[in-house]
């Protein structure tokens, strides 16, 4: 998988800084999409600014190697892209707690757009949002 990823950087001209791979192994790791702050606070030494991590997270997205996730919390996350474990997310309102929810009945609305705008979608993107077992007792 890094050697793909490595692939991207140096088929798009950008080099494959010791950041970037830091930030890969950190969104790597983590179980549910991190916000910028969340990554800088897993560095525990050098800590990077966050402006840098903004800038690499989002030349990532646009190479096709994180996805931004926007939970409506007024600042986006980020995960490694994996295109082959296509998820979506939901998140308690209550407490902030994420989790990825595997199943997604979209083919046939994607069919359906298909058929009527004559658009061959590549992605979508829904979240969902409520209140989870714990904050409901
Ligand atoms: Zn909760
Ligand atoms: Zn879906």
New binding site residues.
């Given amino acids: 998988m890094t050697n793909d990823i490595k692939k991207v950087f140096r088929n798009n001209g950008k080099s494959f800084t010791g950041l970037r791979s830091s930030l890969l192994d950190i969104l790597g790791a983590a179980s549910s999409p991190l916000s910028p702050k969340e990554i800088r606070d897993s560095f525990s030494l050098n800590k990077p600014d966050l402006a840098s991590i903004y800038r690499n997270l989002s030349l990532m997205e646009s190479l096709g190697i994180v996805d931004c996730v926007d939970l409506g919390e007024g600042f986006k996350r980020y995960e490694i892209s994996r295109p082959e474990s ?3 997310h939901v998140i308690c309102r209550s407490c902030g707690k994420i989790e990825d929810v595997h199943e ?1 009945g ?1 083919q046939e609305m994607e069919k359906k757009i298909f058929r009527t705008t004559g658009f061959k979608t590549e992605k ?1 993107r ?1 979240e969902f949002f409520g209140v989870c077992a714990v904050c409901r007792k």
Avoid: Y
Wanted: net charge positive; charged share 15%.
């Fill in positions: 296509h998820r979506h997604c979209l979508h829904l």
